[in-house]
């Protein structure tokens, strides 16, 4: 199903999705892979992908917006780390999904601009979602409450300065550890850049829920700031 935030007035972006893995890897990156590929043709954006940190970070300032798609582990060399934030400082934009929190612990600059940590998380399970921000472009369709099966991380090293869009009941299942507080999507302007994370997106059925998709693309809408 076609979805647009009318944005084909805008020059076309450029958009690289990165999944490299050191750690665990997520089954679903393929079709994650296809799924924004598809927003890309639909909404007048290029998709470049690789798992290639060195075809990364040599064409990063061609991109708009650098996404990393359930990324894991330590994935970038210290040198490569410096030109990242280079990118970001200049005003690259970032988007994070799922694991994107479960990667590069031993750089603190990166905890801060993910926005957390993965901590841990419970079985797959059915979860409710309280929708805290219903103004965001990747959340103003939602309501206010949005109830799903995922995996749900439990974080650990929480900006205080994000800004957040979403928070998991934890009354609603079981396993979670931050209490009231547990946010599972939020942005934020970090350094010069522009920062969305969403913690949806473990499961290969996330790739293809219409409004998962919808929440993504208003996230990529944020980090290019054709939105608020």
């Known amino acids: 199903m076609l979805m647009t935030f009318n944005v084909s007035a805008q020059e076309p972006a450029n958009i690289m999705v990165f999944s490299k893995t050191e750690g665990f890897r997520h089954d679903c990156i393929e079709i994650g892979i296809k799924s924004i590929q598809k927003l890309g043709k639909e909404n007048d954006f290029k998709v470049d992908v690789t798992e290639d940190s060195n075809v990364l970070i040599s064409g990063i300032n ?17 040198s490569q780390q410096e030109k990242f934030e280079n990118y970001i400082k200049k005003g690259g934009g970032f988007v994070g999904i799922h694991s994107a929190a479960d990667t590069e612990y031993d750089w603190p600059w990166y905890g801060k601009l993910v926005g957390a940590y993965f901590l841990s998380h419970p079985k797959q399970q059915q979860a409710t979602i309280n929708v805290v921000n219903s103004e965001h472009l ?13 995996e749900w991380y439990n974080y650990k090293n929480i900006n ?16 979670g550890k931050n209490g009231e ?13 522009r920062v969305f994370y969403t913690g949806r ?24 700031g054709r939105s608020k």
Do not use: C, R
């Open 62 to 78: 061609k991109y708009d917006i650098i996404i990393f798609l359930n990324t894991t582990g330590d994935i970038l060399t210290d």
């Open 138 to 150: 990747s959340t103003s369709f939602l309501g206010l409450e949005w109830s799903k099966f995922d």
């Open 160 to 175: 205080t300065d994000i800004n957040v869009l979403m928070k998991l009941d934890e009354k609603s299942y079981e396993g």
């Open 181 to 193: 507080n547990h946010p599972i999507a939020w942005y934020h302007k970090y350094e010069g850049g």
């Open 201 to 224: 997106g473990h499961t290969k059925e996330s790739y293809q829920d219409e409004k998962f998709l919808k929440h993504i693309l208003g996230g990529i809408n944020y980090a290019m």
